[in-house]
């Protein structure tokens, strides 16, 4: 069974550019999230899909973050205009359902902003 | 705000030696999971505990859960250079909320 594919694994910007991340969840996974993890620290939830619509996006900075799930599958996180505050890693997860069972998580996009 | 707190924040012991990670929540839960991060990778899930359960085990792992302490104890038996990692606890009825995790470094 395939995993949870992220890209691009590395991603340098400046500050004030824009950035997107690419996710293709565990296939039948209906509920899909994007976590923030600043070096040191545990994932922050940003946003919660399930299937295409959104559960909770309570933690996303709305004025520069944006997600979006298509078709109910894939996702893509995007910031813009970038801050170096927003360095960390965007990591993906899928899970069956929203009922807090197992999470199943990609490997992660680093983001370094200059 | 996180929802689990590890202790300690980090832990370093000889290969062969238990590991034990305690967490510790603030509101009542319905499980409490446990994840492994190696470094530069994602997060692995360990284990669940329901909250009508006092122990679980899985191969050298083991996992209380107190809620009337709302507290949570990962042991790892036997350590070995391969579990050095960061492990988390996470609690959530319908978004997982982790903690900041404990980083454990197995020496040779």
């Known amino acids: 069974e395939a995993g949870v594919a992220q890209s691009p694994r590395y991603k340098i910007i400046e500050k004030r550019q824009s950035v997107a991340f690419w996710c293709n969840p565990i296939s039948g996974h209906a509920t899909l999230y994007w976590y923030q993890q600043i070096l040191g620290q545990g994932p922050k939830l940003l946003i919660q899909?399930?299937?295409?619509?959104?559960?909770?996006d309570s933690q996303l900075p709305k004025d520069r973050f944006s997600a979006e799930r298509l078709k109910g599958v894939d996702s893509t996180l995007k910031i813009q205009p970038a801050k170096l505050e927003d360095s960390a890693v965007y990591l993906c997860a899928s899970s069956f359902n929203r009922q807090t069972g197992e999470l199943f998580f990609g490997e992660g996009s680093r983001l370094t902003v200059l | 705000s996180q929802q689990g707190e590890e202790d300690p924040q980090a832990l370093s012991i000889q290969e062969g030696e238990n590991a034990t990670m305690n967490c510790s929540y603030k509101t009542s839960i319905n499980n409490l999971q446990w994840y492994r991060q190696n470094s530069g990778r994602g997060l692995v899930h360990l284990i669940l505990?329901?909250?009508?359960?006092r122990e679980k085990h899985s191969g050298r792992l083991r996992v209380t859960l107190d809620t009337s302490k709302k507290s949570s104890s990962l042991l790892i038996t036997a350590s070995r250079a391969a579990d050095t990692a960061s492990y988390f606890c996470?609690?959530?009825?319908?978004?997982?909320?982790f903690g900041q995790g404990t980083r454990l470094t197995i020496n040779p």
């Open positions: 899909f399930q299937n295409n619509g959104v559960v909770d």
């Open positions: 996470a609690t959530g009825a319908q978004k997982l909320v």
């Open positions: 505990i329901r909250s009508n359960e």
